[in-house]
T-cell receptor, first 115, second 111 residues
Framework: NAGVMQNPRHLVRRRGQEARLRCSPMKGHSHVYWYRQLPEEGLKFMVYLQKENIIDESGMPKERFSAEFPKEGPSILRIQQVVRGDSAAYFC?????????????FGQGTRLTVV | DAKTTQPTSMDCAEGRAANLPCNHSTISGNEYVYWYRQIHSQGPQYIIHGLKNNETNEMASLIITEDRKSSTLILPHATLRDTAVYYCIVRVATRDDKIIFGKGTRLHILP
């Protein structure tokens, strides 16, 4: 069973461009979380999604950031008009649809560098 | 905000048991204690979780006090590869509760 897959692992964008980060959850998982980690800082929650639905986006910046998790395909975190302050590691995690007592599993992250 | 308090950093000699404490005095009855770790720049790795009974798996043991206000993660025979930031998290163990990370404990395993 493959783990959570994130791509690309490294992404370089110029200021003003768009960044698209992809996350494929583990097989059988239909819930996805996105986190951001600025250099030398902790993991900050951004958004929590299930298929075709945003459950909690309380950690998302109000502008330029959006996330989706379509019925088919990976979850996408989209950053429009990137700025240098968006440079960070972005991690995705997934958890199963059913049952209690569940844990979330994380991918290896996408490292975004804005130049 | 994180609901847990952990020491900022700890050292442990290689081969010895590493005991990482965590305080969660406001934990609710339906909240579990989870531990994750992050080895330098990698994605967080799940270690173990429990509700009120002590738990053990191939990676670690989790000891939760009877009043559930604190817990200890035990790595029985620490190796250099266990050097990481360890996060203690409390959350309701259903799919609709996000994971909030605090600052964690930076564990250094000394050769």
């Amino acid at each position: 069973n493959a783990g959570v897959m994130q791509n690309p692992r490294h992404l370089v964008r110029r200021r003003g461009q768009e960044a698209r980060l992809r996350c494929s959850p583990m097989k059988g998982h239909s819930h996805v979380y996105w986190y951001r980690q600025l250099p030398e800082e902790g993991l900050k929650f951004m958004v929590y999604l299930q298929k075709e639905n945003i459950i909690d986006e309380s950690g998302m910046p109000k502008e330029r950031f959006s996330a989706e998790f379509p019925k088919e395909g990976p979850s996408i975190l989209r950053i429009q008009q990137v700025v240098r302050g968006d440079s960070a590691a972005y991690f995705c995690a997934s958890s199963p649809i059913t049952g209690t007592n569940t844990e979330a599993f994380f991918g290896q992250g996408t490292r975004l560098t804005v130049v | 905000d994180a609901k847990t308090t952990q020491p900022t950093s700890m050292d442990c000699a290689e081969g010895r048991a590493a005991n990482l404490p965590c305080n969660h005095s406001t934990i609710s009855g339906n909240e579990y204690v989870y531990w994750y770790r992050q080895i330098h720049s990698q994605g967080p790795q799940y270690i173990i979780h429990g509700l009120k009974n002590n738990e053990t798996n191939e990676m670690a043991s989790l000891i939760i006090t009877e009043d559930r206000k604190s817990s200890t993660l035990i790595l029985p025979h620490a190796t250099l590869r266990d050097t990481a930031v360890y996060y203690c998290i409390v959350r309701v163990a259903t799919r609709d509760d996000k994971i909030i990370f605090g600052k964690g404990t930076r564990l250094h395993i000394l050769p």
